[in-house]
């Protein structure tokens, strides 16, 4: 989808549709909904006195306004009570209002930007939010369908703003929400891939191709690179595949190249069978976005690096496969992970923790300010939190306040969840210096705690995202599937560190 960005009168635009919108309960509405009610003869005072149109959030009515207005077709949205208004609804009825002009075959859409007015929010934001919904809204996962009918029309929006002192945040906002929702749908294209076209190779390629694109460096350790660096734990996950791990690491400079930096580090596992500790075969299909994590750190290093952020961003990515071969991983197998660590093997389907162990390990190397992992860590996050959040754990409360911050403006909701001393205990072993899994009580709580054994001193956060980076069913601006979860929450947090 092309975006524009025009400083003129809605009413003048010469599209296939235009979009205003109405604040629930409104009788008389005023700006440029005002206007084209004027335009349109207070047919849209009649929509609402006829009580076919409310305002309600998502609401949409199509109106024809014939030869008054520039364009063939009008689309009214409604954005829900007026105090209510965040940029979670704005997204939200963006995506709505996209999806509707792909159901009427519209190709050039022009819209306002909501909530500017009487919603008061900033134009930079809200033009941001408008062009997020649009394009995440939109999103369909159609590479493997081979009839190419994808039923999308929309080619073009043009954001329509009246007030010419606003066009420097129009176009900065315009230009941030769509580099953010390709980095979202870089990661939600990735997730979606089948295990056996995104293999740990597959994936690493896909990242070093991005990288060339957007200018960021990027090395990729194979298997004899990684079995140098005594990466011991990614090899015990790998060794039971045909497929070879990879280690992959995306460098932003950002304007200071000698700054100590952020690193994101994403759970790559690009097919979780469990392992010897097999899972049952029901639903084991879905374990393709076990690289959920690494997903979302390829997408945010995308749009870091094409928004240009300030920041030194390093993104690690640990990728391997989980397969139970003749030489995989067994059930009370000790592995030393690479900071000397001794870990004795409960499950292999606590493989995740595993391979960001090393990871974790690796990112310590870089002295960072902050470190932030995502995974699909465990199904027992997805008990406790469901698909509507995240759940967060640190050690360290101005990080974590940080991280959910970002996940309130974004949408992705993060929250905190406690590492307490019971939990490290669950994970202490006989046999080695720590085991890799914890029982179910708490088991969340468990995994958090066993990657924070390898934490050193610096702020850490962990985002289990086994609940939100995959979804069955559609929302707003989320189709069902792969989710792309954590990409606007790490560009956000981020372009905050600015
Ligand atoms: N990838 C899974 C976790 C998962 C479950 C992600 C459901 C998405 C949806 C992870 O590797 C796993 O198998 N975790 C185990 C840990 C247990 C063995 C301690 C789990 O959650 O059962
Ligand atoms: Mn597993
Ligand atoms: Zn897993």
């Given at each position: 989808?092309?975006?524009?960005?025009?400083?003129?009168?809605?009413?003048?635009?010469?599209?296939?549709?235009?979009?205003?919108?109405?604040?629930?309960?409104?009788?008389?509405?005023?700006?440029?909904?005002?206007?084209?009610?004027?335009?349109?003869?207070?047919?849209?005072?009649?929509?609402?006195?006829?009580?076919?149109?409310?305002?309600?959030?998502?609401?949409?009515?199509?109106?024809?306004?014939?030869?008054?207005?520039?364009?063939?077709?009008?689309?009214?949205?409604?954005?829900?009570?007026?105090?209510?208004?965040?940029?979670?609804?704005?997204?939200?009825?963006?995506?709505?209002?996209?999806?509707?002009?792909?159901?009427?075959?519209?190709?050039?859409?022009g819209t306002i930007l909501h909530g500017t007015g009487a919603?008061?929010?900033?134009?930079?934001?809200?033009?941001?939010?408008?062009?997020?919904?649009s394009i995440l809204g939109t999103y369909v996962f159609s590479d493997y369908k081979t009839d190419h009918v994808d039923g999308q029309s929309l080619e073009e929006l043009t954001?329509?703003?009246?007030?010419?002192?606003?066009?420097?945040?129009?176009?900065?906002?315009?230009?941030?929400?769509r580099i953010i929702s390709e980095g979202t749908c870089l990661a939600r294209d990735l997730a979606s891939m089948p295990g056996n076209d995104l293999t740990p190779s597959?994936?690493?390629?896909?990242?070093?191709?991005?990288?060339?694109?957007?200018?960021?460096?990027?090395?990729?350790?194979?298997e004899g690179r990684?079995?140098?660096?005594?990466?011991?734990?990614?090899?015990?996950?790998?060794?039971g595949s045909a497929q070879p791990p990879r280690f992959i690491v995306l460098e932003h400079e950002g304007d200071r190249p000698d700054s100590t930096p952020v690193v994101i580090i994403g759970k790559g596992i690009t097919f979780d069978t469990g392992g010897i500790s097999i899972k049952g075969s029901d639903?084991?299909?879905?374990?393709?976005?076990?690289?959920?994590?690494?997903?979302?750190?390829i997408g945010a290093m995308q749009a870091i690096a094409r928004l240009g952020l300030p920041v030194r961003v390093i993104g690690v990515v640990a990728a391997a496969e989980n397969m139970p071969g003749s030489r995989a991983l067994k059930p009370g197998d000790i592995v030393k992970s690479m900071c000397g660590k001794t870990i004795e093997i409960r499950s292999t389907d606590a493989e995740g923790?595993?391979?960001?162990?090393?990871?974790?390990?690796?990112?310590?190397?870089?002295?960072?300010?902050?470190?932030?992992?995502?995974?699909?860590?465990?199904?027992?996050?997805v008990t406790a939190l469901g698909h509507e959040a995240s759940g967060l754990m640190s050690n360290d409360d101005a990080l974590a306040d940080e991280v959910s911050a970002a996940g309130d403006r974004t949408g992705e909701i993060a929250w905190r969840l406690p590492i307490l001393e019971g939990h490290r205990d669950l994970i202490k072993s006989d046999v080695a210096d720590i085991k890799n899994t914890g029982g179910r009580p708490g088991g969340a709580l468990t995994g958090g705690a066993f990657i924070e054994a390898f934490v050193q001193e610096f702020p850490w956060a962990h985002l289990d995202i086994a609940g939100t980076a995959?979804?069955?069913?559609?929302?707003?601006?989320?189709?069902?599937g792969g989710t792309g979860v954590g990409v606007r929450l790490l560009v956000d947090f981020v372009r905050n560190r600015t």
């Open positions: 989808m092309v975006i524009n960005t025009h400083i003129g009168n809605i009413l003048d635009q010469d599209q296939d549709a235009i979009v205003v919108n109405l604040f629930e309960g409104v009788e008389m509405p005023s700006g440029a909904t005002g206007a084209m009610d004027s335009a349109l003869d207070g047919g849209i005072r009649k929509l609402i006195s006829g009580g076919d149109f409310k305002g309600k959030l998502n609401q949409t009515a199509v109106l024809y306004p014939g030869d008054t207005v520039g364009s063939q077709r009008i689309i009214l949205v409604g954005l829900g009570e007026q105090d209510a208004l965040t940029m979670e609804r704005v997204r939200q009825a963006s995506a709505t209002v996209a999806k509707k002009a792909n159901d009427l075959g519209v190709r050039r859409l919603g008061g929010l900033e134009t930079e934001g809200a033009a941001q939010g408008v062009v997020e919904g954001l329509v703003e009246f007030d010419d002192s606003r066009q420097k945040d129009l176009e900065r906002g315009a230009e941030a929400g597959a994936l690493a390629d896909r990242a070093q191709q991005m990288a060339s694109q957007t200018g960021l460096k990027c090395e990729i350790f194979d990684i079995a140098e660096e005594g990466m011991r734990t990614i090899e015990a996950v790998a060794q639903g084991m299909w879905d374990m393709k976005f076990d690289m959920g994590g690494a997903a979302a750190t923790r595993l391979v960001l162990a090393d990871a974790v390990t690796y990112a310590a190397r870089l002295k960072p300010t902050a470190a932030i992992d995502l995974a699909t860590l465990t199904g027992a996050c995959w979804i069955g069913s559609d929302r707003p601006y989320i189709p069902k």
